[in-house]
């Protein structure tokens, strides 16, 4: 069978949108985010709480967003950031927000160990100075 491609409607017309318009994006982040989904979607506007992936976007176009997002911002910009967080508010949100390293908590160090060995030495040796008590 042949199918009639003319009379099928274009990829762009048929991506599902909101009845209501959406909310514009809010700060100059949000703004770079939705021009680049707009750019990767090839729609006219992306709404700060627009569900991307209801735009019409999947994992390759996903990969593609990410990409130039990390280009734009001039950081990485995580794959699963972008799964994580579909839409341009959530995105914002959680790029925005600024990563705190935690540090591991760490063995301490043999010349710590020996110096509080050597404290507490004295201390006990203090104390028993203090009942009168005898250390040989």
């Given at each position: 069978q042949k199918i009639d491609r003319k009379a099928l409607p274009s990829p762009a017309a048929s991506a599902p949108r909101a009845a209501t318009p959406q909310a514009p994006a809010k700060n100059d982040l949000e703004r770079q985010i939705a021009s680049v989904w707009q750019a990767v979607l090839n729609v006219e506007q992306v709404g700060r709480d627009e569900n991307?992936?209801?735009?019409?976007?999947?994992?390759?176009l996903t990969v593609q967003a990410a990409n130039r997002l990390s280009s734009t911002l001039g950081r990485k910009v995580s794959l699963v950031s972008m799964f994580r967080f579909p839409s341009v508010s959530?995105?914002?949100?959680h790029l925005g927000e600024p990563t705190v390293a935690v540090a591991a908590p760490s063995e301490p160090r043999q010349d710590d160990r020996r110096q509080d060995a050597a404290e507490r030495r004295r201390q006990l040796r203090a104390e028993r100075a203090g009942r009168g008590e005898r250390h040989d």
């Open positions: 991307i992936f209801e735009l019409g976007a999947n994992s390759l959530a995105l914002a949100a």
